[in-house]
């Protein structure tokens, strides 16, 4: 068989599928990755002098940003197996045409890749429907987990370290776990699992896979520290869509202590950013969050939305000054809380990534240093 080169590209979750995949096909082949989240078209063409004879197979994440950047992608390495996590509203404000416009430029890798090759889609995913898929005259794989698919994820459970699930290959049920928390990440799993299948592994090898992925930096990474506080450190991105990490939120805390989101600005939405801010805010007041602080500027509108469904001025906070907010935090703060930091790449991310260290570090504050902080 010729070296399988995987692209995958997505509104959302490439990076850890990407990871998965290269996990799993590195227990069957020397493999070569794109490197971190390092997805644009000047990536692939360094990747491009770096794959060497002994690499047997290729996995790269092919990111896009406007028109053109995966048609770009696939020219410098053609894909032969293409996956598309989903079509969702990530960069919306690039586009003239909304969703329209982006599931034509996810469409590039279609036209773009070995048309007789393989292609993993989302079943789940309704904007995936908008998909391009005239040029294609391969096979199409299905994940899902609502949907009848090819890979379906059942009995979906929350454990310690991460998801349990269910998934039947050659009619046969197997069970996986991942270390990751969420939903979304089922779906990755389920991509990674489809593709590693395609390509000859065992179900040994994925289970592999799974337990040695490396796990991307700030992306619904959950760890409780001494103070028994739970921090979902998910601030290296925000998208449009908040579900998923909402999602890991109500299942992770204490069942009686308090949640909490802190949430930066939704980046790239142009026109779209005041209504798709409010839209998310309300759909937060919905989740019976106890305390909502929001911190930049579009994010306000996370809060106006909140309290338009329901939550009370006291619970909802906007801040413009990331000190501010962290004394407001130390203030807070209290045994049993979890906490969900969600920022944006494109924002402040250092400054939401090393207020969810310092939230981690749990550094135990008294009433006295506190007040000679807040006086400074």
Not at 90 to 96: K, L, M, P, S, T
Not at 317 to 339: N, P
């Amino acid at each position: 068989m010729r070296k399988p080169i995987i692209a995958i590209t997505g509104s959302s979750g490439k990076t850890t599928t990407k990871e998965m995949i290269a996990s799993i096909l590195q227990t069957h082949w020397r493999t070569f990755k794109s490197i971190e989240n390092g997805n644009d078209t000047w990536f692939t063409s360094q990747y491009k002098k770096q794959i060497k004879s002994f690499h047997k197979a290729v996995v790269l994440e092919y990111g896009m940003r406007k028109k053109g950047d995966i048609k770009r992608h696939c020219e410098l390495i053609q894909p032969k197996i293409g996956v598309i996590t989903n079509v969702g509203r990530a960069h919306i404000g690039h586009f003239q045409n909304g969703l329209v416009g982006i599931a034509a430029a996810k469409s590039e890798l279609i036209a773009g890749m070995n048309s007789k090759g393989v292609l993993f889609l989302n079943k789940d995913d309704p904007h995936s429907k908008r998909l391009n898929l005239t040029p294609f005259q391969g096979k199409i794989k299905t994940v899902s987990i609502r949907n009848k698919a090819d890979y379906r994820a059942q009995h979906i459970r929350y454990g310690s370290t991460g998801m349990t699930f269910n998934v039947r290959l050659d009619n046969k049920v197997h069970t996986f776990h991942i270390p990751c928390f969420g939903r979304c990440n089922v779906y990755n799993a389920l991509f990674a699992i489809g593709v590693s299948h395609y390509l000859g592994c065992t179900v040994a090898e994925i289970r592999s896979g799974f337990r040695k992925m490396e796990k991307p930096y700030g992306r619904l990474t959950v760890t409780k520290n001494h103070c028994n506080m739970t921090v979902i450190n998910d601030s290296f991105n925000t998208k449009p869509e908040l579900d998923s990490a909402l999602d890991v939120l109500n299942h992770v805390g204490l069942a009686r202590g308090r949640k909490i989101a802190v949430l930066g600005d939704i980046q790239d939405l142009g026109k779209h950013a005041k209504t798709i801010h409010l839209a998310q805010g309300r759909k937060l007041g919905r989740k019976k969050l106890d305390l909502l602080y929001t911190y930049g500027y579009h994010s306000n509108y996370l809060g106006i939305g909140a309290r338009q469904a329901g939550m009370s001025s006291y619970q909802v906070r906007h801040f413009t000054k990331i000190a501010e907010l962290k004394r407001t935090l130390a203030k807070k703060r209290k045994t049993g809380d979890t906490f969900l930091l969600k920022g944006s790449t494109n924002g402040h991310p250092v400054k939401l990534m090393h207020l969810a260290e310092w939230l981690i570090c749990c550094h135990r504050v008294s009433n006295r240093s506190q007040k000679k902080s807040d006086d400074r």
